[in-house]
């Protein structure tokens, strides 16, 4: 589970990205946050993952305080980042040896490593290869198989599927699908509103560091979810030519 | 935990070309360096060895004490093959004096036969120690932090529960294992070098100092990875690291020890040695002028016109044989002697006083520069390592001061045995068979000296006598200082870089609290 509560963030430039978040995500549930470039929601995530501390407000995983406990709340969440690197000299299976033995699985076999890969689907001959020599999307998969590996409770995921082809889109979504039915809680930032609608159980939408809206599945399905996000932009650019007007 | 990601940080490192290039570094520099360093020990050991069989000829063709002067050669340094120090700026032998304290050595200096061949290359394996692995040091530690950064793995590796320090220790980790064992293989190579030469051989002692030698290796192996750390854990990316780094490096490295250098000169100056040569110049010639007087009074006291000689030989240092001369012509002597070998000693001391001024104003020189370059780790770790092969200043300035000593014992033997105011001073020559003047007159009248009939008696050349036997004489022996001795030496300097490495390392911990991990 996670949770952020009353959570604000204001950078040291004075830059307020955050303001009074209130966000849970339950397990077994797929929670999609859209919202514009800049709205906040890579700031959300590195505060879950203490990258760096919240200027008000309280954020938990598994009930447990992230800033006072940073180090055993990693334990419960695993994270995929928007532009996965990893260690380009090692091969897919040394990455994903080296990631699941720091988050403590230590007895896995390459043929658990392969059957992981293979659930994401990377292709055979890639196994083996260096890092260095995958694209963008073939290296956005192995984050995601470490994250699988890593079997934590909660999984935070930043616009993963940027760079995904359509069929490694949809196969992601079933991934998800299926880690929710087994009771992991899921944030999912991104833009992709088309995907919202085949798995997400909530969606929110952020502007300018707040939630402006949340609904559920029936809710957002009954509406038309592209209108309400664009209806939602709409009232900022208004809001910015009214400025420009004054 | 940490061992897994120094594990990692080893194997990429392994496969880096960083890696390959600073092994091949060090395994062409290292042998080039050793086979020259080698080559000079040799040489200057032939030297040493002819030195001494010229010095042990001298000493044993003495025939009157007045003659008795020992030459020191001093033994070069095994150890100078790894940190030659000031060997090569130094004499290896010194002719001890009456009228002298032994001050510097003289003769044969540095280690080329051909003083016109200028070396283009002459750095012994503890600079080329001191050079590369700094630089290797840095090479692998300069983006310890900010590669994981900027490749993103940094996120993912926080996202494991891995603490900020557990997290350091680990990139310290693997650098550090990751270049000890190339500095173990350096120190192999090199010993291998020497170890094949059958010519030379380490006591225990000297393989001790090796080992130490390696411990201090280490610990400036680990200042530089720690203070590589530090730049890595200031520097948001890798291009201002590196910059940072190679800045770091040749400040510490090169511009360091030239500015002490220099400054030294300016801080502590020192006296040219032509002004104390004038003094004592000065002395001497007053000491003669003295002799003269001494002389004419001597031969008023014995009412004596002239001193006429036989088989005189001698010099203004001291030494005085003859042969075959009158009873007073001996007894002069022996009274001059009285006077004036003693007179000589005091004559060295009050000129030892300018000498010691002026070596105090060296050695005071030297610690300046010693202590200002403790700003650069390099310059530490070269002092210890010359302290532990028995080639820093200290060392030598200490083999001095056993020279000085020795010279002292061996004043006290003559004046204990009486030797300035005895006859076997300046001759072998029987006293019995001195003639005197009155005698020598009676046996002219009586032809005795006409050339027809007289037959020189041989006991009235020096070539009759064998040379004294000197075994009673103390001989110069230097104990050589033990690996225990000059640890005890260089422990302040050890302290101090280890001292340098713990405040390196708190403040990587610090810097690395607030390191931005995004
Ligand atoms: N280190 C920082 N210092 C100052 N301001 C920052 C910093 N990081 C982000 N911001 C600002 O905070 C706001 C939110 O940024 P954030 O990265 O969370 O947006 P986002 O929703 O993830 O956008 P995108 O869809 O482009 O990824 C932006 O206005 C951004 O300029
Ligand atoms: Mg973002």
Not at chain 2, 299 to 328: A, F, P, R, V
Not at chain 2, 336 to 341: F, K, P, Q, S, Y
Not at chain 2, 410 to 421: C, N, P, R, S, V
């Amino acid at each position: 589970m996670l949770q952020a509560i009353e959570l604000s963030k204001r950078y040291e430039d004075g830059h307020l990205a955050l303001d009074s978040l209130n966000l849970e995500i339950k397990p077994g549930e797929i929670f999609f946050l859209l919202g514009a470039n800049g709205a906040g929601k890579t700031t959300t995530i590195n505060l879950f993952l203490n990258f760096i501390d919240p200027t008000s407000g309280m954020l938990t995983i598994n009930g447990i305080d992230v800033v006072k406990q940073p180090l055993l709340t990693k334990k419960y969440v695993s994270f995929v980042s928007e532009n996965v690197m990893l260690y380009g000299n090692f091969s897919a299976r040394q990455n994903l040896d080296f990631f699941a033995n720091l988050g403590g699985k230590t007895n896995l076999t390459r043929k658990d490593y392969y059957n992981v890969m293979r659930s994401v689907g990377l292709q055979e001959d890639a196994f083996e290869k260096k890092l260095k020599t995958f694209s963008k999307g073939m290296r956005q998969k192995v984050g995601l198989a470490i994250a699988i590996l890593k079997d934590a409770d909660n999984v935070i995921l930043d616009e993963p599927t940027s760079g995904l082809d359509p069929k490694s889109a949809s196969e992601l979504m079933q991934i998800l699908a299926n880690l929710r039915n087994k009771g992991k809680s899921i944030l999912m930032c991104t833009h992709d509103i088309f995907r919202a609608k085949t798995v997400a159980d909530r969606v929110g939408i952020m502007k300018e560091g707040r939630l402006v809206m949340l609904r559920n599945r029936e809710e957002f399905l009954q509406d038309d979810l592209e209108k309400i996000y664009l209806h939602y932009m709409q009232e900022a650019i208004m809001f910015d030519d009214a400025n420009l007007k004054s | 935990m940490i061992w897994l990601i120094a594990k990692k940080d080893f194997i990429l490192n392994l496969t880096s070309s960083r890696f390959v290039i600073g092994f091949l570094l060090c395994l062409v520099i290292i042998p080039f360096t050793m086979v020259v360093s080698v080559d000079g020990y040799k040489n200057q050991m032939r030297v040493y060895e002819v030195d001494r069989a010229e010095a042990l000829k001298k000493w044993q063709e003495v025939k009157v004490y007045s003659a008795v002067r020992p030459e020191i050669v001093k033994e070069p340094e095994a150890l100078g093959i790894f940190t030659r120090g000031i060997e090569g700026n130094m004499g290896n032998s010194l002719t001890i004096r009456l009228g002298e304290y032994p001050l510097l050595l003289t003769g044969h200096a540095g280690t080329r036969d051909n003083p016109l061949l200028n070396a283009f290359f002459s750095i012994d394996f503890t600079t080329v120690i001191a050079i590369l692995m700094s630089l290797l040091a840095l090479v692998f530690s300069f983006d310890l932090f900010t590669r994981e950064r900027e490749e993103g793995t940094m996120k993912l590796v926080f996202t494991n529960g891995v603490s900020r320090s557990a997290f350091l220790m680990a990139k310290f980790l693997g650098v550090f294992i990751t270049l000890v064992p190339i500095l173990f293989f350096s120190f192999m190579l090199s010993t291998l070098i020497v170890v094949l030469n059958p010519a030379i051989a380490f006591s225990s002692a000297e393989w001790l100092g090796i080992i130490l030698l390696f411990g201090a290796a280490i610990l400036y192996l680990m200042v530089f990875i720690l203070l590589g750390m530090v730049i890595s854990a200031w520097s948001k990316k890798s291009s201002t690291a590196i910059v940072v780094s190679l800045l770091a490096w040749v400040w510490l490295l090169f511009l360091v020890p030239d500015i002490a250098y220099y400054s030294s000169q300016s801080v502590s100056k020192v006296a040219p040695y032509d002004n104390v040569l004038y003094s004592l110049d000065e002395l001497d010639r007053v000491f003669r002028e003295k002799t003269d007087e001494k002389w004419g009074e001597i031969q008023k006291q014995m009412g004596l016109d002239g001193i006429g000689h036989w088989n005189w030989s001698g010099g203004y240092d001291g030494y005085d044989e003859l042969y075959g001369c009158t009873w007073e012509t001996n007894e002069f002597h022996r009274r001059l002697n009285a006077w004036r070998e003693p007179a000589r000693l005091d004559n060295a001391d009050k000129k030892w006083t300018f000498q010691k001024e002026w070596l105090d104003g060296l050695q005071r020189q030297e610690r300046t520069r010693q202590v200002m370059s403790w700003l650069s780790p390099s310059e530490i770790f070269q002092q210890i390592a010359s302290s532990l092969c028995r080639t820093s200043p200290e060392s030598y300035l200490n083999y001095m001061q056993r020279i000085r000593e020795y010279r002292a014992t061996l004043i006290a033997y003559f004046h204990g045995k009486k030797l300035f105011e005895s006859f076997s001073y300046f001759t072998q020559q029987d006293p019995k068979t001195f003639l005197t003047i009155a005698k020598t007159q009676q046996m002219e009248e009586e032809g005795f000296f006409d050339s027809k009939n007289f037959k020189v008696p041989p006991y009235w050349e020096g070539s009759y006598y064998l040379p004294l036997n000197l075994d009673d004489v103390p001989k110069f022996t230097f104990q050589k200082q033990n690996a225990a001795g000059s640890l005890k030496a260089s422990l302040g300097l050890v302290v101090g870089l280890l001292s340098l490495g713990i405040a390196l390392f708190l403040v990587v911990i610090g810097v690395f609290q607030k390191y931005d991990v995004r």
